[in-house]
């Protein structure tokens, strides 16, 4: 198992190593760190759990992917490609392999703090640097932040990311 997250470590440094310096990534990265995280999470979960949790979060980015393109298409009034206008494939690909290492809930929350963190990069390297390309390095930088969590979960030990359970019996709901 550690061999397993130590492995995932690496390729996560490779993603965001490649998309920073070329603004693209090998796709072969994708399906290794989607089996990686599945078999990371198989012996906690079983994999009807790991394959549900999956659907739950691939649906749910689906759901966003198609508010993002309605938005575009209202606001063009045309239709739009959204894939390598407004968004990279990979950063697609990316939040599509993560989905078999969340729980639903926490791919949720991990989607949505890392755009914040991204959308605070943008900004505070916008500030410093005007001349700046238009594209994000969007996996690059999720990969970094999940590399943080999966850092993290391994060193507190209460935390499961492949799983809500630490969210719902955790002392963040009590008030004292």
């Known amino acids: 198992m550690v061999v397993l ?3 995932s470590l690496l390729g996560l440094i490779a ?5 920073m310096k070329y603004r693209a990534v090998y796709w072969i990265f994708f399906p290794l760190l989607a089996l990686l995280f599945f078999l990371i999470k198989y012996p906690q979960s079983g994999w009807m759990v790991v394959l549900e949790d999956a659907f739950w979060a691939i649906a749910f980015f689906a759901f966003q992917l198609l508010l993002l393109w309605g938005y575009f298409r209202v606001k063009k009034g045309k239709n739009i490609q959204l894939i390598d206008h407004y968004l990279g494939l990979g950063d697609i690909l990316f939040l599509g392999t993560v989905a078999f290492y969340f729980s639903p809930v926490n791919y949720v929350l991990f989607y949505l703090s ?3 963190i991204v959308l605070l990069y943008v900004m505070i390297k916008g500030m410093f640097n005007r001349y700046t390309t238009p594209h994000i390095p969007l996996a690059g930088l999720q990969a970094i932040f999940l590399f943080g969590l999966m850092v ?5 030990g209460q935390i499961q990311l492949g799983s809500d359970s630490w969210i719902y019996h955790s002392n963040l709901w009590t008030i004292n």
């Open 5 to 7: 997250k130590v492995i």
């Open 15 to 19: 993603v965001f190593y490649q998309d």
């Open 152 to 156: 993290w979960e391994f060193w507190n």
């Open 114 to 116: 890392s755009l914040l």
